[in-house]
């Protein structure tokens, strides 16, 4: 039943060996691999032996092609754990098939054409002569880890020129030998040939019937006949192993040289073995191509020990947990956010998005703008939980006597659950309660009503020059079409160019296409029947005189026709707006720009001549500016917005805790309250705006704020860019290293570093261990200074003394930016709610937020 049958004609290892062995040298050993365009390299590792014949008097066979005895070929999966796969790892893994195949007493002289793969098995085999984080970051981490560290774990095993029996002693002596001589054969050579080249390019040069064509090829033949040389630094002698370099190339498939007037170098038995590893490399990848449908995206078992790798999930990870456990978590994340209304719009419209990650930025108001989380009068009502109270004050105070006898004086506890206390009350937006003409309903000051619908005046002011911007980069778009199809300008056309033909059309069929969409907090897939962003003049006039739009929409409609058509505003009134079920059109207020058309503007953009495309490319950089600044003009003018709004309720309660019962009366009402009479509410036009105060952004404040430590951003010190806390912190770091690099540029006595030596034992206090170092010149000095007075703990902690006065948590580590970077995300994932224990769900060993579904850190014993 053996599904393999025995093959008599086949070599036994005994026969292998005998004949490997036959010309009296080191076992010789070929490493190739091959790389496919789809990113799936080919190891092969051949064994090979001398065609010694009959009648040979001396080393003929190093002129013949080499006789392949074993073949060993490996293909590797397009990911390495969480790597791409390299045909330099591919190489690196052909010195472990050879570790694994060939016998530890036999000499080997490996052949390769990789010279990273040299490299690094020369630097494993000296690395006394490196640093421990050298060996790290450098060597190991060079190639690929996990292969580097399985090649250091048998490069360690390798059996000593002393521990070889004399045999092989002798074996490996011949194999060095033959390399010297071999390389200096080569040089001479190279030498001869060269001068040769020298005298044919003279001659050719005084030649009068030279031609274009010749001249344009030696260069070419020049970089590819240096190819064929050989020398002293293109092996190394490694304990009982020899690595030689080859060229590859020299020949091609069929053993023939690809020069005709050059000779492979050292010579053709090692060449032409080079050539048979490769021929092995590219016939297991087609073999494996042509009988495997499957593609290996992933290696789901470690190839080698399971001591030198590790598994995640069936998942090799390369570089250990960490890294593959931050990418599920990163994927975990995002589809936990896709799955919440509003914060998930960004993940669930990625597909349609044209701008990158990267273009967004990590850390811009852009960012927040597109996953909604930047400032609202909603969202600071949630944030600022004392603005709720103030603003639940303000209204309260602008009632009747008869009105404040029906609701209570204070903030209800749970006014996010009582619908008319957060509803009818606290969420209204206070910025177009005075100037909203329709009253029927009370509008909420959520982001998208304040981007889109708030009829404060400096808002719709913002939104005109912001949308003129956009049409006037259209204007100059189909402009420029109409220029080069009619020769005419855009309004003078006799019909739209094909550009406004394709964006109008494209836009309209983004609309409709699927999406994802956010249902009970499920993710479906949906698409709408007809157009409800895209309309057309007249079918925003119909919806204009049956009251579902406002007669501003018409109006802002004439300003920006091209604009309306194209999809970059849309004509969705705001009672039919669903930010969950939302196209890229509906939330293109955001600032994300549709993928759709941006392929429109560069497909037209190809069929451009070469000297025309650079004023295109112009012209449409400034419809993405246009498009993406409006997002971000209109967001910060609602920020100056709320501040003013939030500093004017803030002064009319300390007005009024400040004065009696007795004289607050109507006339001293909150100017600032939020909704009901119309008396009540204040003009925009009278609220000062605020320079906004700049807020420490440290590395320090940045991941305590991550963590929920801080609940809000600490201001900068005045005329600095960090808060004081941040800034003497600096200092004392600063001052620590100047201090240590002090001490050991110092020649001290004996007399005065003896008595410091009981620190390690007793605990002194802060003062005297001052006092014993004052003769270092940092110390010198005899004013108090918080940074000089706060090294002293630090130096504490360097050297080793134990302090009598010092408390938990009173030395801050000076982090490199990577190191800062990696806290700051790993604080992101981190739960802020302060939530009692109970509002936690566990799985396994990690348990969420029942409020905020982040990560809740806990240490539960098993």
Not at 66 to 72: D, F, G, H
Not at 303 to 328: C, I, V
Not at 432 to 454: D, Q
Not at 652 to 676: V, Y
Request: one cysteine or more.
């Amino acid at each position: 039943n053996n599904p393999w049958p025995h093959n008599i004609e086949a070599l036994s290892d005994q026969a292998i060996l005998d004949q490997a062995l036959e010309h009296d040298l080191p076992v010789f050993v070929s490493i190739d691999g091959s790389l496919d365009d789809q990113g799936t390299a080919t190891v092969s590792m051949t064994i090979v032996a001398p065609d010694i014949r009959e009648y040979d008097i001396a080393l003929e066979w190093k002129d013949r092609v080499a006789k392949p005895l074993l073949v060993r070929s490996w293909r590797l999966p397009a990911t390495w754990g969480s790597a791409k796969v390299c045909i330099n790892m591919a190489e690196s893994i052909g010195f472990i098939l050879g570790d694994y195949t060939i016998p530890p007493h036999i000499p080997v002289i490996y052949i390769t054409d990789s010279n990273n793969a040299r490299t690094l098995q020369r630097n494993l085999t000296s690395l006394e002569q490196y640093t421990h984080r050298q060996k790290v970051r450098n060597i190991l981490q060079g190639i690929e880890s996990s292969i580097a560290g399985h090649l250091d774990h048998l490069t360690q095993n390798w059996v000593t020129f002393d521990q070889l029996s004399e045999y092989h002693q002798r074996l490996y002596q011949r194999g060095e030998r033959v390399c010297k001589i071999w390389a200096e054969a080569s040089n001479s050579s190279n030498t001869t040939s060269k001068d040769a080249c020298e005298m044919d390019t003279n001659s050719y040069s005084t030649s009068s019937v030279s031609t274009a064509e010749d001249t344009i090829e030696c260069p070419k033949a020049q970089q590819k006949a240096s190819r064929f040389t050989f020398n002293h630094s293109m092996y190394d002698l490694l304990q009982s192993k020899i690595v030689m370099k080859v060229y590859s190339h020299q020949l091609d498939h069929a053993f023939h040289t690809s020069i005709a007037d050059k000779a492979p170098q050292p010579n053709m038995f090692i060449v032409s073995a080079n050539q048979i590893a490769d021929n092995a490399a590219e016939q297991a990848r087609h073999l494996a191509t042509d009988t495997f449908n499957l593609k290996w995206n992933k290696i789901f078992y470690p190839p080698f020990s399971a001591q030198w790798s590790f598994s995640f999930d069936g998942s090799l990870a390369n570089k250990g947990a960490t890294k593959l456990f931050q990418e599920k978590l990163d994927t975990e994340l995002i589809y936990r956010h896709q799955c919440r209304p509003k914060q998930g719009i960004f993940y669930r419209m990625l597909p349609f998005i044209g701008l990158s990650t990267q273009q967004i930025g990590d850390e811009s108001m852009l960012r927040n703008i597109v996953k909604m989380t930047a400032p609202s009068w909603t969202r600071w009502l949630y944030r600022y939980p004392q603005l709720a109270s103030q603003a639940w004050e303000a209204w309260y105070h602008s009632l009747t006597a008869d009105e404040q006898a029906n609701v209570p004086s204070t903030l209800p506890k749970d006014w996010r659950k009582d619908r008319w206390a957060s509803d009818h009350v606290l969420r209204v937006c206070p910025a177009c309660s005075l100037h909203r003409k329709n009253r029927k309903c009370e509008r909420m000051g959520t982001l998208e009503h304040m981007h889109l619908y708030c009829e404060a005046p400096i808002l719709v002011e913002a939104r005109k020059v912001c949308h003129s911007n956009i049409e006037t980069a259209l204007t100059n778009l189909y402009n420029f079409a109409a220029t080069q199809e009619y020769g005419v300008q855009h309004h003078s056309a006799a019909r739209q160019t094909k550009l406004q033909e394709s964006l109008e059309q494209t836009a309209a069929q983004t609309e409709l296409a699927e999406r994802p969409v956010c249902d009970k907090s499920t993710i479906i897939r949906s698409k709408r029947t007809h157009n409800i962003a895209i309309l057309s003049r007249h079918e925003v006039e119909v919806l204009t005189l049956l009251q579902q739009l406002p007669a501003e929409k018409l109006i802002e409609y004439d300003a920006s026709p091209l604009a309306h058509r194209a999809g970059f505003i849309h004509s969705i009134p705001e009672d039919n707006l669903y930010i969950e079920s939302a196209t890229i059109i509906d939330v293109n207020f955001l600032g994300l720009f549709p993928k759709s058309l941006l392929e429109v503007l560069k497909k037209y953009k190809g069929t451009l001549k070469r000297d025309l495309e650079p004023e295109f490319d112009h012209l449409i950089k400034g419809l993405l500016s246009a498009f993406i600044y409006r997002a971000i003009t209109i967001q910060h003018v609602i920020q100056y917005l709320l501040v003013a709004i939030k500093q004017q309720i803030e002064n009319d309660c300390q007005k009024r805790q400040g004065t009696s019962k007795d004289n607050e009366r109507p006339e001293q009402k909150s100017s600032a309250c939020l909704s009901i009479p119309p008396s009540s509410s204040v003009s925009t036009s009278s609220y000062v705006v605020n320079t906004p105060q700049k807020l420490c952004h440290a590395n320090k404040c940045r991941i305590l704020l991550a963590k929920g430590i801080l609940r809000r951003s600490v201001p900068c010190a005045k005329r600095r860019n960090m808060c004081p806390g941040c800034i003497l912190e600096a200092a004392r770091q600063r001052k620590t290293y100047v201090v240590e690099s002090e001490m050991m540029e110092a020649n001290t006595a004996n007399n005065i570093l003896v008595p410091m030596l009981e620190y390690i034992t007793t605990p002194v206090s802060i003062k005297i261990l001052r006092k014993n170092l004052q003769h270092l010149p940092t110390l010198q000095q005899h004013k108090r200074d918080d940074s000089i007075f706060g090294v002293i703990r630090y130096i504490a902690n360097s050297l080793g003394f134990r302090l009598n006065n010092a408390t938990a948590g009173s030395i801050d580590e000076p982090m490199s930016l990577l190191q800062a970077r990696e806290k700051w995300r790993q604080a992101t994932f981190i739960c802020k709610c302060c939530s009692i224990e109970e509002n936690r769900t566990k799985h396994g060993n990690r348990a969420f937020c029942t409020d905020c579904a982040f990560l809740v850190p806990y240490n539960d014993p098993p």
